[in-house]
């Protein structure tokens, strides 16, 4: 019996994907919210390369899994006075 490696590898990719994106949205931290941005992101590159598209992996990973989330960080870096506060926290809504 042969093990499918390919399928092996984009079901635990996918896996990964569906939980990051749950963890993304259900995340009430921002900076964590934006680290299980980034491996989600990631991961669909992961199964770009698998589908042998070398090229929207490698625009996957360096313009959204690299620059999204790091532009997230820093506006939330200029925008709030804490980073790690809970959202509220500092007396407005």
């Known amino acids: 019996m042969a093990v499918d ?3 092996v590898a984009f079901l ?3 896996a990964l994907e569906v ?7 259900t995340s009430r931290r921002l900076v964590r919210a934006a680290f299980w941005l ?4 990631v991961t669909i590159g992961g199964i770009y ?7 929207l ?3 996957q990973i360096l313009v959204y899994a690299g620059a999204v989330p790091v532009l997230f960080v820093f506006g939330l870096m200029l925008t709030r006075r804490k980073i790690m506060d809970e959202p509220g926290t500092e ?3």
């Open 38 to 41: 980034a491996m989600t992101l």
């Open 19 to 25: 939980g990051g994106s749950i963890l993304v949205v």
């Open 57 to 59: 992996f490698l625009i």
């Open 91 to 93: 007396g407005g809504p």
């Open 49 to 55: 390369l698998l589908f042998r598209s070398e090229f």
């Open 12 to 14: 635990v990719l996918s």
């Open 5 to 7: 490696w390919e399928l």
